[in-house]
């Protein structure tokens, strides 16, 4: 196991875990019998992080050692994280805290499965999404080896296991006042996030690039008193050029759209990992109330409007719209609308993942059948009136051309 550990982007975490969201209760302890997160020999990791250690260790894969860049670009390459994804941290928020501040960002790559995030001047953090176990983190030290070593660390869980995550090994999203030194103005709060939160409260600590978004976001600002800033009109850079010395970094941008799709996934997640934990600790448990939570969640049912056209500047949109699937009509969940809401289709891509397939049957079956109580217009209440009979009826026939598996009634 000692070459094989999802770090929180950028992110604050409270310290332990008391209470989950879901069912109101505790979540089963990493321990139990039927999750055995710390049994590296009978449950080995999945995640695409361990797959990787696993070629280098056999000598089937090398990484490339780049000067001044290491080992990032390689690893982006070799575990699909698009440079596009980048997003860029100024607030002093993680395991190299002392490193980070508004003129060395800490930078954060992602696709679907993992997140690695890199600070000039230090090592990368990485985070991987089991398909069964959670999330995982790991480290990779910027200094040449014959065979680098992705080591596991176990040692993160004392904050990435919290209420915010639901209990289970995950991640959370962090909004906080930043002094101009990047130390967070914790007596003034803050607010974890995800697409449902507003976005006057998002992205403080972080740099956010666009050619048009909200008005107003706490993205690029820095506070010199004790009081938060007056609301304002939220300008946007187009590059990061001019706000540090962008020498070393793979990108002069943090793009906006890469930081709503990070919102949304963060939570879509964690819900995926907590109900997968639910399911296998109490295979006989009642999981209705748990699929519903996670199905609001996956159909944007709480979403926050965006409050302007949004346009990003890194390409990320145009690259992850198309990795699809999609139906004969060219339609897809990864297809953007930016205007009124992040997705054109409002179901999550997540549905997609492998950490989704790998759910227990009873928890596949409890989420399907609450999609499609509501997808189907059993269920009248106000909560689903954002969802139109137009928007249910392309998600039914989407995901019956692109997702195997998917129940008989789904049918039309």
């Known amino acids: 196991m000692g070459r094989i550990g999802w770090i929180s982007a950028g992110l604050i975490v409270s310290a332990a875990a008391v209470f989950g969201e879901l069912a109101d209760k505790l979540a089963p302890p990493p321990d139990h019998p039927a999750i055995e997160y710390f ?72 696709n679907d499965t993992v997140a690695v995030a ?3 001047g230090g090592f990368i953090e990485m985070a991987a999404l089991d398909p069964e176990q959670g999330v995982i983190f790991y480290t990779l030290q910027q200094q040449f ?10 040692d993160c869980l004392r904050c990435h296991i919290a209420d915010e995550t639901l209990g289970v090994p995950g991640m959370m999203a962090r909004s906080r006042y930043t002094a101009p030194d990047g130390m967070p103005k914790l007596l003034l709060g803050g607010f974890a996030t995800d697409h449902r939160s507003p976005m006057e409260e998002r992205w403080g600590g972080w740099y956010v690039t666009a050619k048009s978004g ?17 609301a304002g009109e939220t300008r946007y850079p187009e590059s990061l050029e001019g706000k540090f010395d962008t020498a070393g970094y793979l990108s002069p941008y943090s793009d906006i759209v890469a930081l709503l799709v990070f919102n949304h996934q963060i939570r879509m997640t964690d819900l995926i990992i907590r109900m997968g934990w639910e399911a296998r600790a109490a295979p006989a448990g009642d999981l209705r109330e748990a699929a519903r939570e996670l199905v609001d969640y996956l159909l944007f049912v709480e979403e926050a409007p965006l409050g302007g056209k949004i346009q990003g500047t890194s390409g990320f949109a145009a690259k992850f719209a198309a990795e699809g699937p999609a139906d004969s009509q060219g339609r897809s969940l990864r297809q953007f609308d930016l205007d009124k809401r992040l997705m054109r289709y409002p179901c999550s891509y997540m549905i997609y993942s492998p950490a989704f397939d790998s759910l ?12 499609w109580q509501v997808l189907s217009g059993e ?30 009634y789904f049918r039309p």
Do not use: C
């Not at 080896?145 to 176990?154: A, C, G, S, Y």
């Not at 909200?214 to 007056?230: A, E, F, I, K």
């Not at 928890?363 to 059948?369: E, K, N, P």
């Not at 269920?379 to 039914?396: E, K, N, T, V």
């Open 39 to 110: 049994n590296y020999l009978k449950r080995p990791a999945r995640d695409p992080v361990a797959q990787l250690s696993a070629k280098i260790e056999h000598g089937t894969l090398q990484l490339a050692f780049a000067p001044g860049k290491g080992y990032l670009p390689s690893l982006l390459e070799n575990l699909h994280v698009p440079i596009e994804s980048q997003m860029a941290v100024f607030s002093k928020t993680s395991l190299q805290a002392e490193r980070i501040e508004p003129a060395n960002p800490r930078t954060i790559f992602f």
């Open 118 to 120: 890199w600070v000039r």
């Open 145 to 154: 080896q014959e065979k680098p070593q992705l080591l596991r660390r176990d």
């Open 214 to 230: 909200p008005p107003r976001h706490l993205g690029n600002t820095m506070v010199t008193g004790d009081d938060p800033p007056p």
């Open 360 to 371: 227990p049957s009873a928890a596949r079956t409890a989420i399907y059948q609450r999609m």
């Open 379 to 408: 269920d009248q209440s106000a909560r689903y009136a954002r969802l139109s009979r137009a928007d249910r009826r392309a998600i039914a026939e989407i995901l019956r051309a692109t997702k195997p598996g998917l129940p008989a």
